[in-house]
């Protein structure tokens, strides 16, 4: 599982109803003893050798829940990499112990890099990205996607989607805009800073499968227009020279103020972590739903592994 353009729009609500069908059954303790025992013979590893709280917890979680073993190397800085060992004998070494890999690292392909390793190997595993450098998050893409389908009650057709943020460098909005792409009638407005405006790759895809956007450094005038608000901070991670303090990004946070203005249905979103871009008092307001967002995250990530391993038709058929 290594980009967001994997997955057509079957796809997405196989597994938007595979999620749905999960969060219902871990309700009840004889529906989490069944989950538990799914995928019980599994063993996964966690490589995340870049920053994570909610990706790491949320797909520890999902595998806990399908009863798969988990352990983990949270830092490279832990890892026999310090010693000289290189990447690919780092992968080789976590493929010998495990039966997938789910993986953040801020080399761009390294998630392809392993999973063309291990499916040239005796043992092909699977291989979950978990966020590759500035360049793909899909799975943040698709409880995303999944946040949306609930929200709007599966009606994703002809939706405005305002993109707040960094937009150049934001794994999350590259894989986003792949995954939405598939939805008719999707419009893009990307609100950022001129510094963090969206690359030639994204413009690209844009204008090959004919989605219309429109970009502007002004929020108010699409204050009343968007369905949904997707916001991102500012990637600073990625600096060369610190060049993000220069930056003024402020002009762009949504300001409790702009709220009345809205659409009553709009909903806005946040990967998360964020920083000023959406004030604390914003959380009060039904439209707020980055925080059930990334409870989605945790259902989603479990329908994902339980599709990867081909489990979904058991637990759609379960009583
Ligand atoms: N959205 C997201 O990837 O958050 P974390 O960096 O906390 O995992």
């Known amino acids: 599982m290594l980009s967001a353009q994997q997955f057509s729009q079957n796809d997405l609500f196989g597994l938007f109803e595979l999620a749905d069908?999960?969060?219902?059954?871990a309700r009840t303790e004889d529906g989490l003893d069944f989950l538990r025992s799914i995928l019980s013979h599994k063993r996964a590893v966690l490589y995340f050798a870049q920053p994570s709280t909610r990706t790491y917890l949320s797909f520890n979680n999902a595998c806990q829940i399908l009863g798969i073993q988990t352990s983990d190397m949270r830092s490279a800085g832990y890892s026999s990499e310090v010693k000289g060992e290189s990447l690919e004998d780092t992968l080789e070494t976590m493929h010998s112990y495990t039966d997938m890999i789910i993986m953040?690292?801020?080399?761009?392909?390294?998630?392809?890099?392993?999973?063309?390793?291990?499916?040239?190997?005796?043992?092909?595993i699977p291989v979950v990205n978990a966020g590759s450098g500035p360049h793909e998050h899909p799975t943040q893409a698709l409880l995303d996607a999944y946040t949306l389908c609930r929200a709007y009650k599966g009606r994703l057709k002809n939706k405005t989607i305002a993109v707040i943020g960094d937009l150049r460098r934001g794994r999350a909005v590259r894989s986003l805009i792949y995954?939405?792409?598939?939805?008719?009638?999707?419009?893009?407005?990307?609100?950022?800073?001129?510094?963090?405006?969206?690359?030639?790759?994204?413009?690209?895809?844009?204008?090959k499968n004919?989605?219309?956007?429109?970009?502007?450094?002004?929020?108010?005038?699409?204050?009343?227009?968007?369905?949904?608000?997707?916001?991102?901070?500012?990637q600073d991670e990625y600096d060369k020279q610190h060049e993000s303090k220069t930056i003024n990004?402020?002009?762009?946070?949504?300001?409790a103020e702009y709220l009345p203005q809205m659409k009553e249905n709009a909903i806005i979103l946040h990967p998360l972590p964020r920083r000023k871009e959406i004030p604390p008092e914003v959380d009060k307001d039904q439209r707020a739903w980055y925080w059930k967002q990334e409870v989605n995250g945790l259902w989603m990530r479990a329908a994902l592994i339980a599709h990867i391993?081909?489990?979904?038709?058991?637990?759609?058929?379960?009583?």
Do not use: Q
């Open 210 to 234: 004919r989605i219309e956007f429109e970009e502007s450094e002004s929020l108010e005038k699409y204050v009343k227009r968007a369905d949904v608000f997707y916001y991102t901070r500012i």
């Open 249 to 255: 990004y402020s002009r762009l946070y949504l300001k």
């Open 179 to 207: 995954l939405l792409g598939n939805f008719e009638g999707i419009k893009f407005l990307f609100l950022s800073p001129e510094e963090l405006k969206i690359p030639e790759d994204i413009r690209a895809f844009l204008y």
């Open 104 to 124: 953040r690292h801020v080399e761009e392909n390294l998630a392809e890099k392993a999973a063309w390793m291990f499916n040239n190997s005796d043992k092909p």
């Open 309 to 319: 391993f081909k489990e979904d038709g058991y637990i759609l058929n379960y009583k």
């Open 21 to 25: 069908r999960i969060r219902k059954i």
